[in-house]
């Protein structure tokens, strides 16, 4: 029988029902073998729970309009972002997996569906904010600068309006002597060859990022 | 100005920061000639709160493995349950619109997404145990009975697993002197023409499910 106090010390939670953890890291060879359940019912829990989560932070976090929060989310829960944090638990090495699975060398675990029937374990265990907690701590904690990537998505509304590509930036210097030494790039925005917006930024790429930001709520507003 | 009064009534919420209502019914053309936020956010958040909340539900009510759950779910907040429920508590009347779209007789009202924005308001002004309060009452009551569609999931289990379809029933009634009155119906299910599996019902329809739930049971299990 695997031991989870070091998982549980990892994550700094102590089950009140163990059970739970079992379940949560049960291969259906395992669980097949015992005639219990797998960790799948409580990676489908996981799995909602996560994306309401981390909804629920980027609403409350920033002001970006639907879609943008649509996309910063995806980029969040992603697969390869689950499997490293994951990884970064070493989650993989708690799976109990059936007698023939064991031999199979060629097995590839699922650390991110691991996460994901853990986080649904820590929330029947634990509830709603302990839920949080572990998913602040161990998937969003040195990502809180979250940015949404304007620039692509800038690119994304110019293919689907206009059915092309057609977005190109303008860079110039800003005297520092008049601004200070902040924001002293203004990125001009051209869309088919029209400019629509301007932003300004610390280096090419914020000020870039600025403008596209301008670009795409000037065409949210059926301005550009 | 609409007031939401009738509305708060009829869910039975007073809403302690009433702005997040006026959002929640803010079509974008509304809140594009205020300069305000439209309910999208809200609807973004609302979206995956009632997926988890459903989830959670069904997590918490059925003995289904994961694929059932799944597709039990996907029925309960289907776009047409989401409708009927919006339509129940006349959710398109308060709707905010812009000065042209009230003069667009064809504009189709999406009362699922107003559905979805008002629960992410309820979510952000009085928290969980009210958004689940209002999913059940609103969305799940009245469906508590629960039964995923075992001979559809069988299907589709078959064809997967054999690439062709193949499920066939045999039922029988069982002299009702031997058994009394409850499930006095049997019947075999047969996959590709091998029986592998009997459930008992007190109709067709509950023996050949009963029948189906096992032999997927068995699928699952390698047993068939």
Do not use: W
Not at 69 to 97: H, I, N, P, Q
């Amino acid at each position: 029988m695997t031991s989870f106090h070091e998982l549980e010390a990892r994550i700094g939670i102590r089950f009140k029902n163990p059970a739970l953890l079992t379940e949560a890291f049960s291969h259906k060879t395992y669980s097949k073998e015992r005639n219990t359940q797998s960790y799948e019912r409580l990676e489908f829990l996981g799995d909602s729970l996560l994306n309401f989560i981390v909804g629920d932070y980027l609403y409350s976090h920033c002001d970006e309009e639907e879609g943008a929060l649509t996309k910063m989310r995806a980029d969040l829960v992603c697969e390869s972002a689950l499997k490293a944090a994951a990884e970064a638990l070493d989650l993989g090495s708690f799976l109990l997996m059936g007698e023939e699975l064991k031999k199979d060398e060629k097995f590839n675990i699922h650390s991110d569906d691991l996460y994901e029937s853990l986080l649904g374990a820590i929330y029947c265990d634990r509830g709603l904010d302990a839920a949080r907690a572990f998913v602040e701590k161990t998937l969003l904690a040195g990502r809180r600068n979250f940015r949404a990537d304007y620039k692509s998505l800038l690119q994304e509304a110019v293919q689907k309006k206009y059915r092309k590509n057609g977005v190109d930036y303008d860079l110039r210097e800003i005297d520092p002597s008049a601004i200070g030494d902040e924001d002293r790039f203004e990125s001009t925005v051209y869309v088919l060859g029209r400019a629509v917006a301007t932003g300004r930024g610390r280096n090419r790429k914020t000020a870039e990022g600025a403008a596209a930001a301008e670009a795409l709520r000037k065409m949210d507003h059926g301005e550009a």
